[in-house]
T-cell receptor, first 115, second 110 residues
Framework: GAVVSQHPSWVICKSGTSVKIECRSLDFQATTMFWYRQFPKQSLMLMATSNEGSKATYEQGVEKDKFLINHASLTLSTLTVTSAHPEDSSFYIC???????????FGPGTRLTVT | RKEVEQDPGPFNVPEGATVAFNCTYSNSASQSFFWYRQDCRKEPKLLMS???SGNEDGRFTAQLNRASQYISLLIRDSKLSDSATYLC???????????FGGGTRLMVKP
């Protein structure tokens, strides 16, 4: 089966610092990766779509300068939360799509707490 | 109006009960639909795809009604391990974007 990993699985940082989250497809090449955010008792909300070798497409209301996405290879996308604030505390989940198949495979998520 | 709407629950049912979840979607161009299961503090996991003809996987039956833009999930003979949040998900017509419903929480009690 397709496996997607995320690192770190949880992180606590101070307000104003930046945090990088990695999403890797371990056994397949992912032309497209997606970044979601989930606040407590809410559903997943798509933040951005990341295509290998091109700029990410951000959903409405998501600041591209705050949430930097890099998809430099077919197996790795990174999300950097810059100048994090407590309201950025959330569960960040990535998913990867294999080739032209519609199925998305989800990573285990990264729990970010900003103090 | 949310694109995919679900009753948030919680549904509290005894073991062995049959429980049904409903979901409606607003984008008539959505191409495919799925039910995902999400346990607390975990990523969502695909439970099953949903087809107009209806599909069954063991104790789980999913149904899609395109005319009414309505999706259902039926769980028979509930187990304690079925306790989770069930997410109704629509895939856009370009096959790119998944839109998640708010989820329905199920708690199966002994």
């Amino acid at each position: 089966g397709a496996v997607v990993s995320q690192h770190p699985s949880w992180v606590i940082c101070k307000s104003g610092t930046s945090v990088k989250i990695e999403c890797r497809s371990l056994d397949f090449q992912a032309t497209t990766m997606f970044w979601y955010r989930q606040f407590p008792k809410q559903s997943l909300m798509l933040m951005a779509t990341s295509n290998e070798g091109s700029k990410a497409t951000y959903e409405q209301g998501v600041e591209k300068d705050k949430f930097l996405i890099n998809h430099a290879s077919l197996t790795l996308s990174t999300l950097t939360v810059t100048s994090a604030h407590p309201e950025d505390s959330s569960f960040y989940i990535c998913s990867a799509r294999r080739g032209d198949l519609h199925m998305q495979y989800f990573g285990p998520g990264t729990r970010l707490t900003v103090t | 109006r949310k694109e995919v709407e679900q009753d948030p629950g919680p549904f509290n049912v005894p073991e062995g009960a049959t429980v049904a979840f409903n979901c409606t979607y607003s984008n008539s161009a959505s191409q495919s639909f799925f039910w995902y299961r999400q346990d607390c503090r975990k990523e969502p996991k695909l439970l099953m795809s949903v087809y107009s003809s209806g599909n069954e996987d063991g104790r789980f039956t999913a149904q899609l009604n395109r005319a009414s833009q309505y999706i259902s999930l039926l769980i028979r003979d509930s187990k304690l391990s079925d306790s989770a949040t069930y997410l109704c998900v629509a895939l856009d017509n370009a096959g790119n974007m998944l839109t998640f419903g708010g989820g329905t929480r199920l708690m199966v009690k002994p």
